[in-house]
């Protein structure tokens, strides 16, 4: 479920061809492997061999920090997930680089351990220039310190993530106005320790105390912030922190409920429709945790894989098509529902041109696809980028079309289970032809009865209905509508294999026009 933070990306109209990358970032690509030839030998011994390498590692830095935005993240604000994709970079860069350097010279008078050495320089060279410039934004943004203004000392109960958070923004945002005096946590691991430099010197049950202790040394307290629900803490830290601000006069916060009201936390995170499905748990349980789910994983890398590589060059061809047809970029994405309710973001080729024009900025009256946009769709070659969402785990090859969160049936538990689908069930026994419901039924037929054999032809039927039309399967329909049905429960569900059997004769053509074998 972490994938339901993920930041959403740019409509494709707003996408840019070229983004911004620093000079630092290309340069000290190109220099680092020659520092890392200086640090593994002490000298250079093959200058032809260092340069072919630093020439190497500055196109791959061209390239792929393009493809990062290594530049677009303000240094100011540097994150921990902006490091890890700058990480990233830097490694494929590593990769991209000796990779080259292999295929010219094998790599023979370059020693093994340079690669590495090329990364952990290129990484901590371009952290530390962001950490520098950052710093010195940081110092320079600061506000200059006013004599005798009054200062509001806080005390934070319980070391949290939004305890992280508020130390942050008075640091960014009132660092003359807020002082942290220090943490109170309920968990005795956490004593003794520190939340973003402030300590953690005690629990909240003994708040009385050590604002007393502090206002011996000459600090009064003056507000106490909660960064957890009460209902979170126990009755009696609870009942002290209230007693203890009431007595001596103490303001007092609780961050939820400022910034996370009530209405919004209670809010579903998902898209994730109730169940009216009559499964029980236990049978649930027993469909998803088959093994067949794992081994598809592993059938569908590899066969994505396979697809990928064979069909590179016509990718390319497409790509240069649609850059011709409706320009920059040439995939659109959309977000639909994936597995467990998690946003999914499905790509495809473009097909329509932006929805306003990028001159006139004036929105266009019409969005049809353009002749060439109409071949990709009707021959589903606007879906080629879909393998990448195999790829990356996010889809298979066979199984439930993901749709948008609007057009999601009323029960999602059993659907949602699995990840969605290239291709399924739905799609070779009517496609565009069946309705919302026959499609959920049909989806939920093939969950329960899914085998890498139905799989195969599945996969074998959509080639053939890409060569012709959607046809209705209406023995399959009306099979998937009576087991998905309560009185279908009380009697033995079809076999796969007899459920198939009654749905070939409608989906497969005729032996005599080049029928798949089976």
């Not at 979170?232 to 961050?255: F, K, M, P, Q, Y």
Request: charged share 20%; hydrophobic share 50%.
């Amino acid at each position: 479920m972490g994938k339901a933070n993920r930041r959403l990306r740019k409509p494709s109209s707003y996408t840019r061809l070229l983004s911004r990358v620093p000079v630092y970032d290309i340069a000290w690509g190109g220099l680092s492997p020659a520092v890392a030839f200086l640090l593994r030998d002490g000298t250079i011994y093959s200058p032809g061999v260092v340069a072919a390498y630093c020439a190497a590692a500055l196109l791959a830095s061209l390239v792929v920090f393009q493809w990062f935005q290594t530049g677009s993240p303000i240094v100011r604000f540097y994150s921990v997930r902006d490091a890890v994709e700058l990480l990233k970079a830097c490694a494929l860069v590593a990769a991209l680089s000796a990779v080259t350097l292999f295929l010219i010279s094998r790599l023979e008078d370059a020693p093994r351990a340079v690669p590495i050495l090329h990364f952990l320089l290129l990484g901590a060279g371009l952290l530390a220039i962001r950490t520098a410039i950052g710093l010195h934004d940081a110092r320079r943004e600061r506000p200059a310190a006013q004599a005798n203004k009054s200062v509001r000392h806080v005390l934070i109960i319980q070391a949290s993530r939004l305890a992280w958070f508020f130390c942050k923004m008075v640091e960014e945002l009132a660092p003359g106005d807020f002082q942290i005096v220090a943490i109170l946590d309920e968990r005795t691991a956490m004593r003794h320790r520190s939340l973003n430099g402030y300590p953690i010197i005690g629990a909240p049950a003994e708040i009385d105390k050590v604002v007393a202790d502090y206002a011996m040394h000459g600090v009064r307290v003056d507000q106490i912030v909660v960064a957890a629900r009460p209902e979170n803490l126990s009755g009696a830290a609870w009942d002290e922190i209230s007693r203890t601000c009431r007595i001596r006069d103490i303001a007092i916060e609780v961050l939820p409920e400022r910034l996370m009201p009530p209405s919004s936390a209670a809010a579903p995170s998902a898209p994730v429709a109730a169940s009216a499905d009559p499964l029980a748990d236990g049978e649930m349980r027993a469909l998803i945790d088959r093994p067949l789910w794992r081994i598809k994983r592993a059938v569908d890398f590899t066969v994505a894989l396979s697809v990928l590589i064979l069909t590179l060059p016509l990718t390319l061809i497409v790509c240069m098509l649609v850059l011709f047809d409706v320009g920059f970029p040439v995939v659109f994405w959309q977000q639909r529902v994936g597995r467990n309710g998690a946003p999914l973001y499905l790509y495809k080729f473009r097909t329509l041109h932006a929805p306003f024009d990028p001159r006139t900025k004036q929105r266009r009256d019409e969005q049809a696809p353009s002749p060439f946009g109409r071949f990709l769709r009707g021959t589903r070659l606007d879906e080629l980028p879909q393998i990448w969402n195999v790829l990356s785990g996010d889809m298979s090859l066979v199984g439930p079309r993901p749709l948008l969160a609007a057009d999601q049936p009323p029960d999602t538990t059993l659907r949602l289970s699995v990840r969605p689908g290239l291709t399924g069930w739905a799609q070779i026994c009517g496609g565009k032809l069946i309705s919302a419901e026959e499609k959920n039924a049909l989806d939920e037929w093939y969950i329960r009865h899914a085998s890498l054999r139905l799989d195969a032809r599945i996969v074998l039927h959509t080639v053939w209905m890409l060569l012709t039309s959607d046809r209705r399967a209406e023995q399959a329909i009306a099979t998937a509508l009576l087991e998905r049905s309560r009185a279908a429960w009380a009697a033995p569900a079809p076999t796969a294999a007899a459920a198939y059997a009654s749905a070939r004769d409608e989906v497969e053509p005729p032996a005599t026009i080049g029928a798949p074998a089976e």
